[in-house]
């Protein structure tokens, strides 16, 4: 029977609620505790905005809240930045992200410019069309950033999840900060978990009245910085947390593995320093452990689709735009790197770490074994997009991902969930075939002038024909473009695609590519972002043997995602602005080849991604 919970709680719901055991065990802070009885339901998504009224807003990719100003009736949206956190819980998913009230970030006494920032939270049946809630950690006195959810298992928490975080980013910059939650306690973790577990929305959270301590004993052990991945020993009565200790406000941290008995993940210590080793490096190869860059969260997950004999498992380097894959060891829990080959997920913006109108500071759905089989486990992945330029952009999180194993290629790709297709309110083209692209030629698809600034576009080249000593170059597609061509589009794609080798497979080199801008230029100039600590992500992947060379090009406004062999190789780029007038679509062949056929090409328009009201939860398959 359901759970009735009163005040003071009873121990007699944690059978039916585990999760609720964690209340009584943190003295948590008395929230309302309820689930949508009391939710505001808005009469339409403010979201939804015309181009006229709001053209350099994205209207499918997720962006903070949206009010109106009550003097001048302007719409206006809050600060977003890293995302923190993407998952389903009992039917319904759930993205957070960092966020600050109004358009821009707000300082915190003039020394932390970082601090005031609160976890924000949407929810929806379907991962596309999204409905905006309360925030999960509103700002008090201390913000909150650099979280993740995990999924810790046991009998304290049962499917119940965990946030872990920073207050006020958990910054060891020594500024003495005083609150509720302690002063200067650097670095530091703070936990917050659902008030009612069996709330599919968990609409409320509530954060511990406490920082975590870290203590051995009852001696201090070594506090660290952006909690990560937490989940259930197999060796030992406890819990395994990822977290750097080494954090020092540069880049080049490292994840080191704690422990806690405590069923409230109040008190942790550190039990492995060196929980990432790795393989001997090639001549030539990157030190991965100089590379893992321990910020923003370990994102630590089994990899989907492993082939046997392989690696089992990837973390994180950057701020989750790539990934090192390794071995790990349940007995020993450690991670072992057995490649110093980094996969990238997104290679906007040069990896960099901050890098204006391209995709950084990730999250991943954080499960291991303990979720229940109706559970959707596919490993989702989402990050921020910061704005082109300018204040008449907002910031937005990229489309959702799964991240899975591509034995073709060996390597890990990421593609959009394939629930965008709903989206899809209209056809321009779908299925056709443009036949042989003559050396010089540029065909233009059927989309109405001023309808291109939110498109789901496919296009698939058949290369069969090209001889195996034979290349191609300069040939692709064109997008947000004047009519009249190719030139001034703001987001063009082209392949050179080199001769075959001995098995048929060809190297792809993908160009075109818009990499973002340093945060700190404004106006921001149209050129690279550096490569992140000299680690420079890839445009090159491969072709193989009976593969159609196929490119996604999805346009929300001023935001472009591309996506080439199903995710081989993927990027997001945000503009600066959206022009109504350049919007056209262009498949051409600017080389010398005769060998090009665009074989399968489909063009649709895409709807609003939110909702005005609560969505009810999916019905489990």
């Known amino acids: 029977m359901p ?4 005040f003071p709680r009873s121990l007699a719901c944690v059978q039916h609620a585990p999760g609720l055991l964690l209340n009584l065990l943190l003295g948590m802070w008395t929230l309302p505790l309820a689930v949508a009885v009391g939710v505001t339901v808005r009469a339409a998504p403010l979201e939804c905005t015309d181009a006229t009224t709001n053209p350099n807003w994205p209207t499918f990719h997720v962006i903070n809240a949206v009010s109106r100003d009550p003097k001048t009736g302007a719409l206006v949206a809050d600060h977003l930045n890293d995302a923190n956190a993407v998952f389903e819980h009992a039917g319904i998913y759930h993205v957070m992200n960092q966020g600050s009230t109004g358009p821009s970030p707000v300082p915190v006494d003039g020394a932390n410019q970082t601090g005031v920032v609160n976890i924000t939270h949407a929810v929806s049946n379907d991962l596309v069309h999204w409905y905006r809630v309360q925030d ?3 700002r008090t006195i201390q913000g909150a950033c650099d979280g993740t959810v995990s999924f810790p298992g046991g009998s304290a928490f049962g499917t119940s999840p965990v946030l872990l975080f920073g207050p006020d980013c958990a910054d060891p910059d020594g500024f003495p900060h005083e609150g509720e939650l302690g002063s200067a306690d650097y670095p530091r973790v703070a936990t917050a978990f659902p008030a009612d577990p069996s709330d599919p929305h968990l609409i409320h959270w509530r954060k511990a009245l406490r920082n975590v301590s870290f203590v051995n004993g009852t001696t201090p052990s070594e506090p660290c910085s952006f909690p990560g991945k937490v989940w259930r020993s197999t060796v030992g009565a406890y819990w395994n947390m990822l977290c750097s200790p080494h954090w020092t406000g540069n880049w080049g941290g490292s994840w080191a593995r704690y422990t806690s008995t405590d069923p409230a993940l109040q008190s942790w210590t550190l039990a492995d320093p060196n929980f990432i080793t790795h393989a001997p490096i090639r001549p030539g190869g990157s030190d991965p452990l100089a590379h893992i860059d321990a910020a923003s969260g370990a994102m630590f997950n089994p990899i989907p689709g492993a082939e046997p004999g392989g690696p089992t498992h990837m973390i994180d380097a950057v701020t989750g735009q790539a990934f090192w894959l390794g071995t790990y060891d349940e007995n020993t829990e450690t991670f072992r790197i057995t490649s110093d080959e980094i996969h990238w997920i997104d290679i906007g913006g040069g990896g960099g770490a901050f890098s204006g109108g391209a995709a950084h500071w990730a999250a991943t759905s954080n499960s291991f074994a303990t979720r229940p089989p109706t559970a959707d486990n596919r490993l989702l992945w989402v990050a921020w997009v910061s704005a082109g330029g300018g204040l008449a952009n907002v ?3 990229s489309l959702v991902r799964t991240i899975q194993w591509d034995p073709v290629a060996s390597r890990l790709t990421s593609f959009p969930v394939p629930e965008y297709a709903s989206l ?12 042989a692209l003559a050396p010089g030629s540029v065909k233009t698809l059927p989309i109405p002038a001023g309808a291109g600034g939110a498109l789901d576009v496919m296009v698939q080249f058949d290369l069969s024909q090209l001889g195996k000593g034979e290349t191609a170059t300069r040939f692709g597609v064109a997008a947000k473009a004047p009519a009249a061509g190719v030139q001034g589009a703001a987001q063009d794609v082209w392949f050179t695609v080199g ?10 080199t993908v160009a075109g590519i818009m990499n973002g801008q340093p945060l700190s230029k404004i106006p921001r100039l149209a050129r690279p972002y550096p490569c992140h600590r000299n680690v420079c992500p890839s445009n090159v992947t491969t072709l193989h043997p009976g593969e159609p060379l196929s490119v996604r090009i999805v346009v929300d406004r001023p935001i472009v995602e591309v996506y080439v062999l199903g995710g081989r190789i993927a990027w997001v780029h945000s503009d600066f602005f959206f022009n109504a007038s350049t919007t056209a679509v262009h498949v ?3 080389g010398s080849s005769n060998s090009i056929v665009a ?3 489909s063009a649709f ?4 991604g939110w909702r005005s009201d609560l969505p009810p939860p999916k019905v489990p398959k």
């Open 395 to 397: 910031n937005a999180l």
């Open 3 to 6: 759970c009735v919970v009163s």
């Open 424 to 435: 899809r309110n209209g056809t321009f083209v779908e299925g056709q075939s443009l036949g």
């Open 499 to 508: 001769a075959a080798d001995a098995s048929g497979v060809r190297n792809v």
């Open 136 to 138: 999960a950690v509103p």
């Open 599 to 601: 074989s399968n090409v």
């Open 605 to 608: 328009s895409m709807g609003c």
């Open 588 to 590: 051409y062949n600017h």
